[in-house]
């Protein structure tokens, strides 16, 4: 069960950013799972954050704490693995939890949660960055935005154990947030439903939901925005999607056998067809 982590801030392209520079395929099914063995320590890893250029990958891990604090991993080239794991001491706010990264649109920024704060802090490069300010979002946690940040995916705590997806738009990025029902059909009640992650170029909402087995990673998916989403479908176990802007590497946290301890961050990759 990953109930116990917080989410993240994310925060997705517009469709053009997405598929600027790429080109658009159909992807066949996921691979085999891959251990990120060189993230894992004794403790939990989760909540993966992953550059637009694949480079620098952020994530909440409490190997040093008895609260999340983040890290960061870096590497040279797609092609290598990640590695040189350090804690973002720049981001940390003492004794307060940090968790919930995730990248801006243009990948500049890093959004995070600090305790009950939604922040954000400038990317210096190479996993280098500068000092956190206050991000003005929506109450709750988790947030996913999406289409020029007009819409957003997230979640809010009714009840101890429990989480529901939430969803909300607005008019212009200075216009208020309005919240609607589109993704109550998904929300059970006592059971955590959260922790989204989205593909803008494919209109994919990717989440992680609480089952008698444990924790499942779902997907749905909708024609356009403002179009209602089909039904989930599993993925895989585990939770904390984070889904690349190409849609083809989908990182997750489980607490598996053969693991170094509590959760670690796994891999699924798929190519087009």
Known sequence: MLAAACGRVGFSPTPDAATAGEEQCT????????????LASIGDDWEPAMSIDGLVLVFASNRD??????????????SESFDNVRALTELTGGTMREDSPAWSLDGSRLYFSR???????EHLGGGMFAAPIDAALPDGDSWVM???????????????NDGDLK?????????PWTVDGALDAMNR?????????????RQELYVEQESASGAE???ASRASPGEPFGPLSTIEFGGDPDISRDGRTLLFAADRLGGAGGADIYMLTRDCE
Do not use: I, K, Q
């Open 167 to 175: 969803h909300a738009t607005r008019g212009s990025l200075a216009d």
């Open 115 to 121: 305790g009950s704060r939604a922040m954000s802090a």
């Open 146 to 160: 999406a289409n020029g940040e007009l819409e957003t995916f997230y979640m809010v705590y009714p009840a101890p």
């Open 189 to 201: 009640v006592g059971s955590p439903d959260g922790w989204p992650a989205f593909d803008e170029a």
């Open 217 to 219: 990673l779902r997907v």
């Open 65 to 78: 704490d008895v609260v999340n604090h983040l890290y960061v991993a870096t590497r040279a080239s797609t």
């Open 27 to 38: 992807l066949g099914p996921w691979g085999n799972t891959e251990r990120l063995a060189m």
